[in-house]
Nanobody, 120 residues
Framework: QVQLVESGGGLVRAGGSLRLSCAAS?????MGWFRQAPGKEREFVAA????????YYSDSVKGRFTISGDNAKNTVYLQMNSLKPEDTAVYYC????????????????WGQGTQVTVSS
């Protein structure tokens, strides 16, 4: 069983930046970030595969968000720049010991979520 602990959410003005962190208690193959806004379905944001270091992004965040991590520390980060009010959501970290086809949300392990609010 892998536990995920997220941190770094908060309130920021449009155009600002935030950095989310997610620490896993064990080894994983792939980690990702998802978000869910009120009244909307959970959506894929970004993912990283540790074996190659490959990163993947949704079109809505590409060029503004960067996923990175430290495999040795089982930690993944999401640097969010040029934030927009539509980025407001609860952001969830996810992890799996196997490859997950993107943009599926079928990860085995999930964090508790961290709120990101972007004011206009």
């Amino acid at each position: 069983q892998v536990q995920l602990v997220e941190s770094g959410g908060g309130l920021v003005r449009a155009g600002g930046s935030l950095r989310l962190s997610c620490a896993a208690s064990g080894r994983t193959f792939q980690m990702g970030w998802f978000r869910q806004a009120p009244g909307k379905e959970r959506e894929f944001v970004a993912a990283i595969r540790w074996n190659t270091g490959s990163t993947y992004y949704s079109d809505s965040v590409k060029g503004r968000f960067t996923i990175s991590g430290d495999n040795a520390k089982n930690t993944v980060y999401l640097q969010m720049n040029s934030l927009k009010p539509e980025d407001t959501a609860v952001y969830y970290c996810a992890a799996d010991p196997s490859l997950i086809v993107l943009p599926s949300s079928k990860y085995t392990y999930w964090g508790q979520g961290t709120q990101v609010t972007v004011s206009s």
